[in-house]
């Protein structure tokens, strides 16, 4: 196991994701704000902490409700997909998403007859797809020796790593024999 990265300060409660939009929601379609994150470690859900929330965003009223685009950057701890350092990745975050007002049926994002705006199910979702195919502690990681486990990032632990895998080898002689044993009968 290795030890969990502690962090300093306790994370901030995912309500400072729900942002009031009700100044929004009040003018006509056509109607935007701009505006941007910068926050510390946060809470996002029950499964979901991260390390850091930033960057630009855009509210835009449309005649469906508010239309939230922004460029994110999300700070996500956890171990490289390739040597298992603990690292803090950054995920770039593409949002786009409308969310529908007044509440409609059938719409996986609204905003509240409190006029609020609640970031954190979406930011959960962006998360999770940026996050998918494993974080890397830098994008060229070199991962670990699969002979010896040595990290190839910190020195070159000397291994032969181009030998065949033994089984393709165990197949190759196979078909090396096959070859031998069935030569082509020459035409007379
Ligand atoms: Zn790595
Ligand atoms: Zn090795």
């Known amino acids: 196991m290795m030890p969990q990265v502690n962090e300093t300060a306790r994370p901030l409660n995912p309500r400072v994701l729900r942002l009031n939009v009700g100044d929004i929601t009040g003018a006509g379609p056509g109607y935007r704000q701009e505006a941007s994150l910068d926050l510390p470690a946060l809470q996002v859900s029950d499964d979901l902490v991260l390390a850091f929330l930033r960057g630009p965003f855009r509210l835009s009223r449309t005649r469906e409700g ?4 922004g460029e994110l950057l999300a700070g996500l701890r956890g171990e490289c997909d390739r040597c298992l350092t603990p690292t803090l990745a950054e995920l770039p975050l593409q949002m786009e998403e409308l969310y529908s007002y007044p509440l409609a049926s059938g719409v996986e994002f609204s905003i509240g007859e409190d006029g609020m705006l609640d970031l954190a199910p979406l930011l959960r979702a962006e998360v999770l797809i940026a996050g998918a195919s494993g974080l890397l502690c ?8 699969p002979r010896c486990g040595a990290s190839l990032n910190e ?24 070859a031998t044993t069935q030569e082509p009968e020459q035409e007379s």
């Open 66 to 69: 508010v239309l939230l685009q």
């Open 138 to 145: 830098r994008a060229d990681c070199r991962g670990l020796c």
């Open 155 to 178: 020195r070159d632990c000397g291994c032969e790593l181009d030998d065949v895998d033994p089984r393709l080898a165990a197949l190759r002689q196979l078909l090396d024999e096959a």
